[in-house]
């Protein structure tokens, strides 16, 4: 029988790696065997402290700035990772950011912000990835959505937007690539201990905890777990699917 969720021999590009929900995954993709290009945007420093620490623990991993909201930056970030470590099987589109504001008061620039950032970026590495996947006729692609994508929050109409549209991406994507063995899937966390939180209204988290039937936040390794999963051979039978790790936020 196949060791439980080991990823030996896979190579995995995590988008926006360096910094919260990105950085667990990273880690765990790693111990679990597979070799990591942990990408980043404008945080040099914290993505290559991944990257030791997952060498540290006896692991392959490099760094790669890439602007994942611009088509040609994704397509460097994945040709990168083929040279670097001769394949690509996974690809993690977790790069993220909100502004958030109601409508009314939103200015244009980040509606754009928002909706390049976290789904135009989704589209850019998938279509790179899918390219080299295709011809392995092997791939797993696991986007990180959100539970606002889902359920809509005030205030987030870009970001809510932003992430419903990777789960429409998501359910499509699957349906296309399916006879290629590329499964698809997204990962819709509800509210998770990074610095994404701080830029909520003072007050909003406490109110919407109440929301969350397990009643707390979510460490960023909970959400490593799922996309570990995911990315295992174990969960071969899955695409087209969102998986909630929200503690009972939404149920769909
Ligand atoms: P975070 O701590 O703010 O980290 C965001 C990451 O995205 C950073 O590594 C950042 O890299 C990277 N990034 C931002 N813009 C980028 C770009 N243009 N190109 C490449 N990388 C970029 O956020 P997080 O909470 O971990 O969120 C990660 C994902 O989970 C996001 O998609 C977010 O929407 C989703 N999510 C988060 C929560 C939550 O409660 N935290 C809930 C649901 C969904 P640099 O620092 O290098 O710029």
Known sequence: MAETLSL????AIV??????IGRAVALELAARGAAVVVNYNSSPGKAEEVVKAIQAGGGKAAAFQADVSTFEAAQNLVKFAVETFGDLHILVNNAGITRDMVIMMMPEADWDAVINTNLKSTFNCSKAAVKHMM??????IINIASVAGQMGNPGQTNYSASKAGQIGFTKALAREVAARKINVNA????????????????????AALKLVPLARTAQPEEIGYAVAF??????AYI??????????????
């Not at 995911?230 to 969960?235: F, G, T």
């Not at 695409?239 to 769909?252: F, I, P, R, W």
């Open 187 to 206: 990962v819709a966390p509800g509210f998770v201990e990074t610095e994404i939180l701080d830029a909520m209204p003072e007050g909003t988290l406490e």
């Open 135 to 140: 011809r392995k006729r092997y791939g797993r």
């Open 230 to 235: 995911l990315a295992s051979d174990q969960a």
């Open 239 to 252: 695409t087209g699917q969102v998986l909630g790790v929200d503690g009972g936020m939404a149920m769909m």
């Open 15 to 20: 988008t926006g790696g360096s910094r919260g």
């Open 8 to 11: 030996e021999n896979r190579v």
